[in-house]
C-alpha cells in the first residue's frame, strides 16, 4: 500500500511539474507572429492615420484588415483606393462615425493636374462600403461645335491637353438642371461622378468646388476598441470570415486575456489549482468522463452561438434573413411536404408570406457540426450569380438548425441523367444539357474568381446541382465548401473531403498535389462525363479485377475519332455539343492538378470550336471508387 501511495505521489508530482514548465514556455516564449506583423504602425506621408479595418497594401499583411479595405500610398504620399479604375485619394477617415472622405486624383489641387475625360462611372458592386448623402454631378465630354447661351456657365477645362481636341474641355452639370437635356444633345460622352451635399447646399454650387470636395462612404465592420484597449491588434480571418483580436500568445474572438502581471500570478496560481485538480481527477476519473463530454458539448454550443453572432455581426444589414423555429414550422406548413432527405437532414418545401415557394433544408441534430453549418451559412451568403442558388435566411435556435433556399420546380440534375432511373434526360437534348454544363462551369468560375474571397466547393456532383423550371443550373450545398484569398493557390485540409466518384486524387494522396480550386475542376469533368454518358463513369456491377471504367472507353473513341455512340445524338450540332462535353472533361479528370484547366478555360472550351480543342493526355487509372472518404449527402432540393 505505501508503494502504491509513493507511486501515485511520484507521478502527480512529475505532472505538476510539466504542467508549471508548459505553462512558463507558453507565457514566456511563445508570441503569435499575427500580432507582430499587425503591431507595426504605418502610414503614408500625408493623409490620415492608418488602422484596422484599414490596411496599407504591399507594406502590411492582408490579415491585419478588412477585405476590401486595403489602400496604397501614392508616389506623391497620400493613401489612395481604386475603384472603378479611377484612383481616389483618401482625405480623411472617422474611425468613430465609419465614414471616410474620397476624393478623385484628378482635382487634388487648385487646377485639373489630370484628363477629367478619362473618369469612369462609380460602382460600388461588391465592395464593403456605401454612398452617405450622394449627389452626383454629369461630366459631358466630346461636345460637338462651340457652347454658347445657358450651357456657357457649366464649361469647365479638363485639363488633357490639345492633342486630345474637344477632350480638352467639358460641361460639368447636375441632371437637374435646366439646360441638362440640351447638353446631353450636344456631348456624345458622359460620366457621373459623386459628390457630397451638406446643409442647405443647392445645385447652384461650384462645380470644380464639389468635385474637388470629393464624397464621403461609410463601412460596416466589426467595432476595435475593445480589441484595442486589451492590448490586442485587430485583424481578420479570411477563413471563418471573421474579426479576430491578434494577442501575443494566440488570436481570441474580441479582446486579450489579462497583462503580464496578471499572468504570472495566474500562472503560481494555476500551477497550484492544476495540481491539486490532477489529484482529484485521479481520484474521480470514472464519474468525470460523463461530464467531460456532457461539458464539452455545451461548449460547443456555446462557440457555434458566439460564431453565428459574430457572422451577423460582421454583415451588418447585409446577412441572411433571420427566422425562429416557429417560423420554419410555419413555412412549411409543419413540414407536411418533404421533398427528400440526405446524410445531414431533410428537405420541405415551404412558402413565403408573399407566395413564394421555397425549399427549406432541416439538418439532422444528431450530424454534422456547428462549424460545417457556419460554413455554408458565410460560403453562399457572399455570393451572387445567377448559377448559384440563392439563400432566402435561416435558423439557428438551440439545437434547430435550418437552410431556406429558393425553390427550384425541376429539382436536383441527378433525376436526368441516369437512364435507370429517369426516362426524360435524352428529352432535354444534346444542347440543354450543353448549357446546362457551361452555367455550371460558369457558376464554379465565379466561385473561384469573381468574389473578393475565393471559395472551393469541395462537392460538386449531381445531387447538388439544382434545376429551375428553364434548366438553368444552379450550384448548391456549401457545407464542405473553403474560403481562401485569391492569391492562395494551394489550401490546407486536415482530412479528405467529398462523395466517392467525384473526389479528386490529390485530397485522398496528398503526394500526388496540393489541393487548390483544380480539385473542383476534377469533380466537374466526372459530374459531366457522368451527363454525357446517362451513367455511373465506374459500372458498380463489375467485380473488381474487370471494373469497366467509363472515362478510359471514351477517351480511346475520341483519340481515334470514332463515334461515340451516345444516346440521342441525331444531327452534326448536337455531336460538336457531345464531343466538346467530352474533351473538356477529360481534360479536368487529369490526375495531375497542374494538367488541368481552370474554369475559366473550361468556359472557353464549351463556347468555342471543337476544331480548336486538342485531345488531352490519357488519365491515369484512378478508380474514384477503390478509395474510401468522407461523404457530404446533404439534399437540398
Not at 465565379?446 to 447538388?464: E, Q, S, V
Request: net charge neutral.
Amino acid at each position: 500500500m505505501n508503494q502504491e501511495r509513493r507511486y501515485f505521489l511520484i507521478t502527480t508530482l512529475n505532472i505538476c511539474v510539466l504542467c508549471f514548465i508548459l505553462q512558463l514556455d507558453k507565457c514566456c516564449y511563445a508570441v503569435d507572429p499575427q500580432f507582430v506583423a499587425c503591431n507595426k504602425s504605418v502610414n503614408c506621408r500625408y493623409g490620415p492615420r492608418i488602422s484596422f479595418p484599414f490596411y496599407v497594401k504591399d507594406v502590411q499583411e492582408f490579415y491585419c484588415g478588412y477585405p476590401g479595405f486595403g489602400l496604397n500610398c501614392s508616389e506623391q504620399g497620400y493613401p489612395v483606393v481604386y475603384i472603378a479604375g479611377n484612383e481616389y485619394i483618401v482625405e480623411d477617415i472617422s474611425y468613430q462615425n465609419h465614414t471616410f472622405q474620397l476624393k478623385n486624383s484628378v482635382f487634388n489641387s487648385s487646377i485639373v493636374n489630370g484628363c477629367v475625360s478619362e473618369i469612369k462611372n462609380v460602382s460600388l458592386d461588391n465592395r464593403p462600403y456605401r454612398f452617405v448623402n450622394e449627389s452626383r454631378i454629369y461630366l459631358l465630354s466630346n461636345c460637338n461645335g462651340s457652347i454658347a447661351g445657358e450651357l456657357l456657365k457649366y464649361r469647365i477645362g479638363f485639363g488633357c491637353g490639345e492633342e486630345n481636341g474637344n477632350d480638352d474641355w467639358g460641361l460639368a452639370m447636375f441632371d437637374e438642371d435646366e439646360s441638362f437635356e440640351s447638353a446631353l444633345q450636344v456631348c456624345k460622352n458622359h460620366v457621373m461622378v459623386p459628390v457630397e451635399m451638406r446643409g442647405n447646399e443647392e445645385n447652384g454650387q461650384d462645380y470644380l468646388f464639389l468635385l474637388r470636395r470629393g464624397f464621403r462612404l461609410s463601412w460596416t465592420a466589426s467595432n476595435c476598441s475593445e480589441c484595442a484597449e486589451s492590448g490586442g491588434r485587430c485583424g481578420f480571418d479570411v477563413r471563418s470570415y471573421q474579426f479576430r483580436c491578434f494577442c501575443t500568445g494566440r488570436p481570441h474572438l474580441s479582446s486579450c486575456p489579462p497583462t503580464k502581471a496578471k499572468r504570472k500570478l495566474g500562472l503560481i496560481l494555476g500551477t497550484v489549482s492544476s495540481c491539486i485538480g490532477i489529484m482529484i481527477l485521479l481520484f474521480c476519473l470514472g464519474k468525470s468522463i460523463s461530464r467531460l463530454k456532457n461539458l464539452r458539448f455545451w461548449e460547443s454550443k456555446a462557440e457555434d452561438h458566439r460564431n453565428i453572432e459574430e457572422f451577423l455581426k460582421n454583415y451588418g444589414s447585409y446577412a441572411p434573413k433571420r427566422y425562429n423555429y416557429t417560423d420554419i414550422k410555419r413555412i412549411t406548413s409543419r413540414f407536411k411536404n418533404k421533398l427528400g432527405q440526405g446524410g445531414f437532414g431533410t428537405v420541405y418545401r415551404g412558402s413565403l408570406g408573399n407566395g413564394s415557394q421555397v425549399a427549406v433544408k432541416v439538418l439532422n441534430e444528431l450530424k454534422g457540426s456547428g462549424e460545417d453549418f457556419i460554413n455554408e451559412l458565410a460560403s453562399i451568403s457572399r455570393t451572387s450569380h445567377v448559377n448559384i442558388v440563392s439563400l432566402v435566411g435561416f435558423c439557428f435556435e438551440g439545437r434547430k438548425r435550418a437552410l431556406v433556399y429558393e425553390f427550384m420546380p425541376n429539382g436536383s440534375l441527378e433525376k436526368f441523367i441516369y437512364e435507370e432511373r429517369s426516362n426524360r434526360v435524352r428529352q432535354l437534348g444534346w444542347p440543354i444539357l450543353h448549357k446546362i454544363s457551361l452555367g455550371i462551369a460558369r457558376g464554379l468560375e465565379y466561385l473561384h474568381r469573381g468574389c473578393n474571397t475565393r471559395i472551393l466547393h469541395f462537392d460538386i456532383k449531381p445531387h447538388n446541382i439544382l434545376l429551375d423550371d428553364n434548366f438553368r443550373p444552379r450550384i448548391s450545398d456549401f457545407g464542405l465548401a473553403k474560403l481562401c484569398m485569391k492569391n492562395e493557390s494551394i489550401v490546407s485540409m486536415l482530412g479528405a473531403r467529398g462523395t466517392i466518384g467525384y473526389t479528386a486524387p490529390e485530397i485522398v494522396c496528398r503526394n500526388l498535389g496540393g489541393v487548390s480550386h483544380k480539385s473542383d475542376a476534377y469533380s466537374y469533368g466526372m459530374m459531366v462525363l457522368e451527363m454525357v454518358g446517362g451513367r455511373k463513369n465506374v459500372d458498380a456491377g463489375a467485380d473488381r479485377t474487370s471494373e469497366i471504367y467509363f472515362p478510359h472507353w471514351l477517351y480511346q473513341r475520341i483519340e481515334l475519332d470514332e463515334d461515340l455512340q451516345l444516346v440521342g445524338i441525331m444531327n452534326e450540332e448536337e455531336n460538336e455539343c457531345a464531343r466538346k462535353m467530352v474533351i473538356a472533361s477529360l481534360w479536368c479528370i487529369q490526375t495531375d492538378p497542374s494538367n488541368r484547366p481552370s474554369m475559366s478555360k473550361v468556359v472557353e472550351m464549351l463556347e468555342g470550336k471543337l476544331d480548336s480543342l486538342e485531345i488531352p493526355p490519357k488519365p491515369y487509372l484512378y478508380s474514384p471508387s477503390r478509395i474510401q472518404v468522407d461523404s457530404s449527402t446533404t439534399e437540398l432540393m
